[in-house]
């Protein structure tokens, strides 16, 4: 009796013992199967966060390409490949985590540049509208190209408001030899109500949000230089801000508040001063704009005198546009 008991037990013990040892290696097996999930997770996360901080990137370096490689994140790393135009950008992204690796492929088109329709070579639009023109200031409507010959596309005023109101304002406060260099559509004094639909506080934010360019308040002189011909930038300038000497500078330029432009500053392309309340902007000596001027504010006031130009052109416009460059992108295809 004694020994069946013993070869009993010693069988159950057997019989346990490899039942704890399949456990054990079940066991085993699942917690791999766990860390190898999570590994798998883990690289396919920073794979995916590898594009998106990149797609940032490109936001803010509108000219960025080539290989970035290892880049740590989340206890991993990973690899991003971009390249391509910006009609069609390639961004590969590799995360590697704990010995597995992810692809993740994104092609993106970056949206072009938003210009809404110009209506006038200055465009007043305010609430409460003053204006101090003397010297020898011109104002002109006419189209011209970037050597101040004649433009192709037709004429528009030279200063164009929002109101039948405003506009007998203008007339009937400009002194008569500044009348009539106020030139464009109709005649001079080129000053005319103009259907404007476009919403100018939200085009400024489309704007602001792909500068290539952000300056502080202060005062630019001789040196400063805000994109050229050939490399246009968008520029903001976050608070009251003056050019003088040769500053220079071609695109779009945002002021949010008050311009000061005297000397030679010139800009090529379009110029936009806003602000919720006062804007005060002077324009002396042979300071220009050839472009467009946007004024934009519960108050506007407008002082000129010296020899300042704002001419018109259809053409610095256009190489705004074909140059400047968006920081929104189009997601088309997503493959991992």
Request: aromatic share 8%; hydrophobic share 35%; charged share 10%.
């Amino acid at each position: 009796m004694g020994k069946a008991v013993l070869i009993v037990t010693l069988g159950l013990s057997i019989i346990i013992g490899i039942l704890i040892v399949n456990l054990n290696a079940n066991s085993t097996r699942g917690l791999q199967t766990s860390v190898d999930s999570y590994s798998e997770m883990q690289s396919r996360l920073i794979a995916n966060s590898g594009v998106e901080i990149y797609l940032e990137k490109l936001r803010r370096n509108k000219s960025l390409t080539g290989n970035f490689i290892g880049n740590s994140l989340m206890g991993g790393s990973y690899d991003v490949y971009i390249s391509g135009p910006d009609s069609n950008l390639t961004v590969r992204s590799v995360g590697h985590f704990n010995g597995n690796d992810h692809t993740c492929i994104v092609t993106a088109r970056r949206s072009p540049i938003s210009i809404p329709n110009i209506t006038s070579a200055i465009y007043v639009s305010t609430a409460d509208l003053g204006l101090h023109l003397s010297g020898n200031m011109f104002i002109d409507g006419n189209d011209h190209n970037l050597d101040l010959s004649a433009g192709p596309s037709p004429s528009l005023p030279g200063i164009g408001v929002n109101s039948p109101t405003d506009s007998a304002y203008v007339i009937n406060d400009i002194r008569p030899n500044i009348s009539n260099l106020i030139l464009g559509l109709g005649g001079s004094p080129s000053v005319n109500t103009v259907n404007s639909n476009t919403d100018w506080m939200s085009v400024t934010q489309n704007f602001i949000f792909a500068a290539d360019t952000t300056i502080s308040t202060g005062t630019y002189s001789s040196g400063t230089t805000l994109g050229t011909a050939s490399n246009p930038k968008i520029t903001y300038a976050n608070g009251n801000v003056g050019f003088s000497g040769s500053a220079s500078g071609y695109g779009i330029m945002v002021v949010n508040g008050n311009l000061s432009m005297s000397g030679n500053f010139s800009f090529t392309g379009i110029v936009i001063v806003y602000g919720q309340s006062e804007i005060i902007t002077n324009s002396t000596g042979n300071s220009g704009i050839l472009g467009a001027t946007i004024f934009v504010g519960q108050s506007v006031d407008f002082k000129a005198t010296g020899n300042s130009s704002f001419f018109y052109s259809s053409q610095s416009i256009n190489n705004a546009k074909a140059n400047l460059k968006s920081s929104r992108f189009q997601v088309i295809k997503w493959w991992e």
